[in-house]
């Protein structure tokens, strides 16, 4: 499912017109990502957790040509999925 796809379901289940669900998803996403951007976590009960991952500086190597790289630390996005989630799924 893809952005739009999503906003044509939310629309339908919601009863929202398409331009509404847009800015409800829109504002979805930039609520999580402002407060990932803060260092928050949202918790989203029966959903899952956004978090944010640190990601500590480690050493690669360049698969074309072998050269040792320096790969520098790094926040991640990360996502846990929530009991309700993973029961609904499975």
Known sequence: MNKTELVNTVAEISGLTKADATKATE???????????????????????????DRKASVGRNPRTG?????KAAKNPAFKAGKGLKEAVN
Do not use: M, N, Y
């Open 67 to 71: 050269e040792t790289i320096q790969i």
């Open 27 to 53: 504002g979805v996403f930039e609520a999580i990502t402002s407060a990932l951007q803060s260092g928050d976590d949202v918790r989203l009960i029966g959903f899952g957790t956004f978090s944010v991952a």
